[in-house]
């Protein structure tokens, strides 16, 4: 298990992806072709015999090489070499998200993203690029956001990962942000561990070992959180099927080092959101498919969850008519290994990477992606009705 434990985390750092030499070959290449696509449409224009003929199309990407709708990987060739001339953008997070401190240095270390300069010192403030306002840390009154007037070039980015249930309308930030920061799909920097493609299929994995069938750990039961629902489909799962109950809400506190091998223990993950809003599904389902267990979904419909994981790769509370028929399956599946195994076939072509555990965590990813985003878009834009977007 320990030696398990390892190998998810090391999924979580990413090949490095520059190569110097080959960058300035490309280089070269960009700069003859410009000059040979100038040169022949001035020779073009100036011999051209008629002059009802189309002008030239005028193609930015061309001329200003840097502008191109290029793959997001030449891209970053690109600004790996500019790096040494073109300064990291500064993005200073205003306060600490609920005040759960990490060391900036884990953006390299973990997601190899060090294209901005994070930092939480406000002294640079004038200077900041980018400034991360926390929702949830936000006072009523306004009184503790980042002070007016803002520099002209600095973005303000909105980070809220709660669901809309979970979401005190703060009035008067309606028109303040540039940029959202959030786990929705439709945000400007959308947050999310994703599963990996591979080329060559992966036939190493093997199931761990089973000795529990259905799992899940709750922390959260509070009802003013809209977890009604999923406590009402439970109770009535639970008259069909034993289920292993974990966590905070059952006073069975489960150490983090233990939450992996846990869920690889057990055949079936209950993967219950709070409240059902789209694309609000994260690490509880991402934590069984990481750990080898099926996740049995309740949340947004099954098709919001085929937006990110493989169809046959969880089991949604949708797909039966009730809890009574949701058990009877999973009694099936327990008892036919062959079918159990079907479960598992996309881990040939997908890598899932496992998100980190501790509390004290949860911010860490959000806040390197936005580096990452900040340091690769650096266009003007401003974000309105920013409620309207969020609760409709
Ligand atoms: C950011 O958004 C605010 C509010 O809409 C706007 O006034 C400001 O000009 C925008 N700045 C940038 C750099 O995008």
Not at 369 to 389: N, P, S
Request: proline share 7%.
């Amino acid at each position: 298990m320990e030696q398990q434990i390892t190998d998810f985390f090391s999924g979580l750092i990413r090949p490095k992806m520059s190569n110097t030499n080959g960058s300035s070959l490309l280089r070269l290449g960009v700069i003859l072709t410009i000059t040979c696509v100038i040169s022949l449409s001035v020779v073009f224009v100036w011999f051209s015999p008629s002059k009802h003929c189309p002008p030239p199309i005028f193609r930015p990407d061309l001329i200003n090489p840097a502008k191109s709708n290029k793959s997001v990987s030449e891209k970053a060739e690109d600004e790996s070499l500019s790096d040494k001339t073109v300064e990291k953008p500064i993005l200073l997070l205003w306060v600490w998200p609920q005040d759960y401190r990490f060391d900036f240095s884990d953006c390299k270390n973990l997601y190899n993203i060090d294209n901005c300069h994070l930092t939480d010192d406000r002294g640079l403030y004038n200077e900041a690029d980018n400034v991360i306002v926390y929702h949830r840390d936000i006072q009523w009154d306004l009184s503790n956001l980042p002070p007016s007037p803002r520099p002209p070039f600095q973005r303000w980015l909105w980070l809220h990962l709660e669901s809309p249930t979970n979401t005190k309308r703060i009035p008067g930030l309606e028109n303040l942000f540039n940029l959202t920061l959030s786990y929705r799909q439709d945000a400007d920097i959308p947050v999310r561990m994703k599963l990996i493609t591979r080329k060559k299929p992966d036939d190493k994995f093997v199931i761990p070992k089973k000795d529990k069938l259905v799992c899940w750990i709750v922390s959260n039961n509070d009802p003013s959180t809209g977890v009604d629902t999923r406590n009402v489909f439970f109770r009535e799962l639970s008259k069909y099927i034993q289920v292993t109950l974990f966590g905070r809400a059952y006073a069975r506190f489960l150490d983090y080092n233990d939450y992996y091998p846990t869920l690889a223990s057990c055949k079936f993950y209950l993967a219950f959101e709070n409240s059902i809003h789209k694309d609000y599904f994260m690490e509880k389902i991402n934590g069984p498919l990481a750990a080898g267990t099926v996740p049995v979904v309740l949340g947004p419909p099954r098709r919001n969850y085929e937006n990110y994981y493989p169809a046959e790769s969880f089991i949604h509370v949708n797909d039966f008519p009730d809890a009574k028929s949701l058990a009877e399956y999973l009694h099936q599946l327990d008892r036919d290994d062959n079918a159990y195994q079907q479960y598992f076939n996309w881990r040939k072509h997908l890598t899932p990477s496992p998100h980190l555990i501790l509390q004290t965590q949860e911010f860490i990813l959000a806040i390197c992606t936005a580096c990452d985003h900040v340091a690769r878009h650096r266009e003007y834009k401003e974000f309105h009705d920013l409620y309207d977007w969020y609760f409709n």
